[in-house]
């Protein structure tokens, strides 16, 4: 569904991508993980275009993305840190993205209904806590009903409660064919939800493996320190 | 684009700055007209308004005006929108808002008492200044990240539009007075909006003479239709111009 060729991408001097090859196809939960600063934001953030790479490809249903804006109406985006127009009001914000979006497919409304947010449809954004906005960011992302969700970092700042409801979503999500890429530093979670492990370290993928593989191949029952072993051997090389 | 630039007039229109400047432009302007029974003399106190005033406010407010959109921006990128479409929403957004203000600011005083030609052309240089700057401001605001070298970017250039570029074409006029410099003055008021602006309103004024040599070649050029319509089409270069590098710029901006 999603492919990339040698992404590279420099920040100034800093190398962020270093020649990023992956693909990713659907009924997948994947989760890309990988230290602070390693490429996570950014390998993402170029999937969307929010970030032009300087070199490579990046592939939709085998088309090339670049120049092109239309297959972003198949994703939903839900950011690290939602950050929304502060004047407007909760209702308006929902109304302004149908308008824009123009979606010819039914609505999911689940999220908004589960975490209660129509209630609070006339605050303004900004009078929101850090954890209402990121309801807001996910009820958003899976809004339209895209066939890929990109959710970066989904569950921090969450309740437990939320968190539970957005888990269950992702794992249905996963359940209809779609395609699901998580980034998370939480390993219980990712190994409650995710299929494959994408490990990113200084913007080069380090591993891409199944859960499963991981394990076996290390012998340890906890994913923790499965990849915690994986890397101490990889240092050791 | 233009559903952009409806939520772009929405929230503009609850910031109430937009409000605050129109207010600010219908005081002065009435102030003027009822402190001269001569509707011209107005005019041409107006005129330094104009040249001065709405550029310093249209580049101000749409740099702020931008670098407070900037989360709307983010949130538009990562949707099926192109950035063409999302960069000229904005822009139009903010030059009807400003266009707007300026017309009920300046131009309901001017219809009721100098509902001349000259008050015509004071209107349209107006307008015709607010877009370029808006379109100016647009330039920083996108080309630079930091917000307070994006407003400082953008005063600079109001300054060096406004004050600066007169100075150096004074000098330019000393220090080769010995030479013919008629081509020269004209390219040389092209390079600035502001410039051109002025000399639109003044030909109007028929107080060129006073101006000496300048204004007779002004007169000249400036004068006839084909100056006239070429003043138009240097305007609208200086509109369309500082757009189309923002959005050369904007398309690789990593957001």
Known sequence: ?237 | MFKISKYVIYDILRSKVLIAYTLFLLAVSFALFSLETDGAKSVVSLLSIVLIIVPLISVVFTTTYFYNAYEFIELLVAQPLSRNTILLGEFLGVAVSMTAAFLIGIGIPVLIYSPTATGGVLLLSGVVLTLSFVSIAFFSSVAMRDKAKGIGMSLLLWFYFAVIYDAIVLGILFSFSDYPLDKVVIALASLNPIDMARIMVLMKLDISALMGFTGAVYKQFFGSSFGLLYTMAIMLVWIILPLIVAVRIFKKKNL
Do not use: C, W
């Open chain 1, 1 to 237: 569904m999603i492919r990339t060729e040698n992404l590279e991408k420099h920040f100034g001097k800093l190398h962020v991508l270093k020649g990023v090859n992956t693909s990713f196809s659907g009924g997948e939960v994947i989760s890309v993980i990988g230290p602070n600063g390693s490429g996570k934001t950014t390998l993402i953030k170029s999937i969307l275009g929010m970030v032009v790479a300087d070199k490579g490809k990046i592939y939709f249903d085998n088309k090339d993305v670049a120049n092109d804006f239309t297959y972003r109406h198949h994703i939903g985006y839900m950011p690290q840190i939602g950050r929304y127009p502060e004047n407007m009001k909760m209702g308006q914000l929902f109304a302004m993205m149908k308008d824009l979006r123009k979606s010819t497919s039914a609505l999911d409304e689940e999220l908004l209904n589960e975490f209660h947010l129509t209630a609070m449809f006339d605050k303004p954004m900004r009078t929101l806590s850090g954890g209402t906005t990121q309801k807001v960011s996910a009820a958003l992302a899976f809004l339209f009903n895209p066939k890929v969700l990109i959710l970066d970092e989904p569950t921090a700042g969450l309740d437990p409660v939320a968190s539970e409801i957005l888990k269950a979503k992702i794992l249905k999500a996963k359940g209809e064919g779609k395609l699901v890429i998580v980034t998370s530093h939480i390993m219980s979670e990712v190994e409650e939800m995710a299929d494959k492990i994408m490990y990113l370290f200084e913007g080069k993928i380090n591993f891409f493996k199944t859960i499963a593989d991981l394990k076996a191949e290390t012998g340890e029952e906890k994913l923790g320190k499965a990849i915690a072993k994986i890397m101490k051997r990889e240092a050791n090389v």
